[in-house]
Nanobody
Framework: QVQLVESGGGLVGPGGTLRLSCTYSGFGSTHFPMVWVRQAPGKGLEWVAGITNGGGSDGYSEAVRGRFSISRDNAKNTVRLRMNDLKPEDSAVYYC???????????????????RGQGTQVTVSS
């Protein structure tokens, strides 16, 4: 049974930092490209960042490039998202997901999810 469990969300002031984690299981010994996506109230899912199965390449949306950093530890079946200089517009539920293709993971184009977690709330407010 595939499971993706996110953690690390919370309330932080503008300019603050949060570190999200996603632990996945049920994929056996194989690792796949992974993404972080988010959904703000009243809006659709937005691709935030993606990383290849080995962690050698990553991609970011324009909205977060230079502030967020995605990484992974395959030995621990974990994908992380470090979020610096947070802004109120970053407030959303953040999900980790396994996309269908590596290209979509790195670019956000034609993104389809095979699996997605339950999400963790991030609120940026003073």
């Amino acid at each position: 049974q595939v499971q993706l469990v996110e953690s690390g969300g919370g309330l932080v002031g503008p300019g603050g930092t949060l570190r999200l984690s996603c632990t996945y299981s049920g994929f056996g010994s194989t690792h796949f490209p992974m993404v972080w996506v988010r959904q703000a109230p009243g809006k659709g899912l937005e691709w935030v960042a993606g990383i290849t199965n080995g962690g050698g390449s990553d991609g970011y949306s324009e909205a977060v490039r230079g502030r967020f950093s995605i990484s992974r530890d395959n030995a621990k079946n974990t994908v992380r998202l470090r979020m610096n200089d947070l802004k109120p517009e970053d407030s959303a539920v953040y999900y980790c997901a396994r996309p269908r293709t590596t290209d979509s993971a790195l670019t956000g184009r034609n993104l389809e999810y095979l699996y997605r977690g339950q999400g963790t709330q991030v609120t940026v407010s003073s």
